[in-house]
């Protein structure tokens, strides 16, 4: 598959660039600006594209299988920016994927995001955004696929995970196992249109996936 | 006891004034702006004192036998002002205190400010801030008690909690049943030089309590 990664700079995106350059799959990194497109090719990604999610996209969506949402405003910016790029550019992204016949979407969203009653107050506003984003993925028609991490490390990968329907403990993730999680989900049929919670665990990728 | 209560204007310190009215207790609600005694006395504080928590509070401890922090700046201001009051207002009140020989105290932390790798980035600044006034308690020689809840709601108290020196789930606490927790708190002396988590749960409080 031909794979656009919205949000290849960032933390879990550089990762998922990279171990997709050693799986059957073509990487086309979406970048904001062209002078990223270097360092993600030198990552291993394929294909570099420039786009800006506050923007239309339809350009970047040519001729991909799949898309791959793990773009996000970050921490340390206001919340405006957390609607224009991780509601807003999330929305206009998938339905210009519909438009586009790219039928694939897996959106990096977060745990909790489906139920913020669970989630201290100044992540309401977060989770809202990416709730808002995540309820539109459902009813496009897209074949989706919600993936909601738990708090994120930059530990190195360890290949464990939990994923479920639902997680009711604590607990983290390397950035690393979120991007291998997202690779093994590109090619796990049994999760599209479902969603799940994603923690360090104790089982395998593959094993986890297949019991969806 | 007389207690005075830092936050007695915020949400859960209104409650706690209101129960403390019921109780053997004496609450001496603390307020930024004289404005805001009245309602406090409304609710039923048997005193109210004017100090601002980025002030010396000295005058306010005079004759108090504890103090209950349950201030906060709030999720609607910068960072700079987590710093300024809930890290080192709280250090300058739990100083002031000991100079005072004011000997109990009550802090109102949150689940995960001791660790924080297992929470979302967005909430690290607040936590570390929380977490260094944990710790300068935890060294005053103060009797002091760190209770973590987990996330706040408003809704109706049950009475209902589960409390632990650490709960690995998800979950969340009416800030009615945080109030009960800390006035119960200030008379279970097992509670003293001691932290616990606390979510709802199925356990009344002062069973939960007794059982640290």
Redesign the interface.
């Known amino acids: 598959m031909r794979v656009l990664i919205a949000g290849a700079n960032g933390k879990i995106g550089q990762h998922l660039v990279r171990l997709m350059a050693a799986s059957p799959h073509t990487a086309r990194a979406m970048v904001r600006k062209p002078e990223q497109a270097a360092a993600l090719e030198q990552l291993g990604a394929a294909e570099t594209v420039v786009g800006d999610l506050e923007q239309d996209c339809t350009h970047a969506l040519k001729d991909c299988d799949a898309v791959v949402f793990t773009a996000g405003s970050g921490?340390h910016t206001g919340p405006e920016k957390t609607i224009d790029v991780d509601q807003d550019g999330a929305i206009r992204l998938i339905d210009s994927a519909r438009a586009a016949g790219v039928e694939r979407f897996l959106m990096v969203s977060?745990m909790?995001a489906d139920r913020p009653?669970?989630?201290?107050?100044?992540?309401?506003h977060?989770l809202r955004a990416k709730h808002k984003a995540d309820e539109h993925l459902r009813a496009s028609g897209l074949d989706f696929t919600l993936v909601r991490p738990?708090?994120?490390?930059n530990d190195p990968g360890t290949g464990k995970v939990e994923l479920a329907a639902r997680?009711?403990?604590?607990?983290?993730i390397p950035r690393e196992d979120v991007a291998a999680v997202l690779l093994a989900t590109l090619d796990a049929d049994n999760s599209i249109h479902q969603s799940f919670d994603l923690l360090s665990g104790d089982y395998g990728i593959a094993e986890s996936l297949s019991r969806l």
């Open positions: 921490p977060s909790r009653e669970n989630a201290p107050e100044k992540l309401h977060y738990g708090p994120l490390t997680l009711d403990r604590t607990g983290s």
